[in-house]
């Protein structure tokens, strides 16, 4: 079974074949234009999404080596993102659909974060997802390729949106994941101690917005104090993040008592996250699987994995399927 993946949700745009599990193709055009603006434009993204959807699909399909029609189905982001970006890409797919006579498979972007660490990995149900991504922070359990809850969720910011606004408090661009990363490398990560933030409601729960007004004061306390050391502070930083999002997975794993456990979305591209989850798995006899690192950012290939996952269990969607800017996920 081969399935064409199409991905225009915010900023890239991509498309993708797999067949059978193995991604044939990954193409991923990063749009530049909104560097300057320091954030994306939804206007600009969705006229960059029109000119390059057409010349990136061919790529897709020249780089798999394969023909349209030897497509079986063609699965698509319909939301959450930007309205006018995903409608670029939903149309081009419904337009594929109807003129190969071919099944849609409308896919949530979280979704196709969650399948992304299906790729070139075996991966079990049940399964516990930590999705950590720019705009979603949440702990999923997953049951099959259509049936899952959200059982953590952020009562804030996201993972990610505190490593882009806590890379902009430090001067870094944009996205700020890498540059925090990069910046802490030579950092002393227990220099400085921020608090774990707790959510009285539910202890699962993720909260990030205080982490980063914390680092505004201790970055101003630093500068009155002639003593600011960006390695180490962003180190700092970046260790709290990671350390609430392992706090609260673990507490998750010990609740459901499941031991397959995968972490996705970009924020898991993260080597320092990735080398201190893996503590976990010796202390509770875990199996943590990280996407690829190709796979962790937005990329057409999870879309189309999700789908293909979809299409063995015949979970198509209807043509008349329409953007959803923001999918609630419960
Ligand atoms: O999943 P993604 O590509 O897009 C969304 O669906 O939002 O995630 C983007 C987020 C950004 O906030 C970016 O700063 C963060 O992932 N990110 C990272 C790293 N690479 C990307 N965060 C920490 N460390 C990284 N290496
Ligand atoms: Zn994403």
């Not at 030897?70 to 309205?83: K, P, Q």
């Not at 996250?273 to 943590?288: G, M, N, P, T, V």
Request: glycine share 6%; aromatic share 8%.
């Amino acid at each position: 079974m081969i399935v064409l993946g199409i991905e225009t949700s915010c900023d890239e745009t991509s498309a993708s074949v797999v067949k059978d599990f193995k991604v044939l193709s990954n193409v991923v055009k990063t749009q530049s234009i909104h560097i300057e603006y320091g954030g994306v434009v939804p206007d600009l993204a969705s006229k960059d999404h029109e000119k390059k959807i057409l010349n990136v699909v061919n790529a897709s399909l020249k780089e798999a080596n394969i023909c349209l029609s030897d497509i079986d189905a063609v699965a698509v982001t319909y939301g959450s993102g930007l309205l006018g970006s995903l409608i670029v890409g939903l149309n081009f797919a419904k337009g594929l659909c109807v003129g190969l006579n071919i099944p849609l498979i409308g896919v949530s972007h979280l979704v196709g974060h969650l399948s992304s660490s299906f790729i070139n990995k075996e991966i079990l149900y049940p399964h516990l997802s930590l999705i950590v991504s720019g705009g979603h922070t949440q702990i999923w359990l997953v049951k099959s390729s259509h049936q899952y809850s959200v059982i953590a969720n952020t009562v804030d910011d996201a993972a990610g949106e505190a490593f882009d606004k806590g890379a902009r408090i430090l001067g870094l661009s944009y996205p700020g994941g890498p540059e925090i990363e990069k910046k802490s490398k030579d950092g002393n990560p227990n220099k400085y101690i921020f608090t774990i933030p707790e959510v009285k409601q539910n202890p699962l729960n993720f909260s990030f917005s205080g982490l980063k007004t914390a680092l505004l004061y201790k970055k101003k306390e630093l500068d009155t104090l002639k003593e600011y050391h960006l390695s180490d502070l962003a180190a700092s930083y970046q260790h709290a993040i990671v350390k609430t999002l392992l706090v609260k997975l673990e507490r998750a794993i010990t609740q459901y008592k499941i031991n397959n456990i995968t972490i996705v979305g970009g924020v898991s591209a993260n080597l320092y996250f990735r080398e201190l989850a893996k503590s976990l798995e010796q202390k509770y006899d875990l199996r943590i699987v990280f996407p690829d690192m190709e796979y962790c950012t937005d990329n057409a290939a999870m879309i189309a994995m999700a789908g293909y996952l979809q299409l063995k269990d015949k979970q198509y969607s209807d043509l008349t399927i329409e953007a959803n800017p923001n999918i609630v996920y419960n």
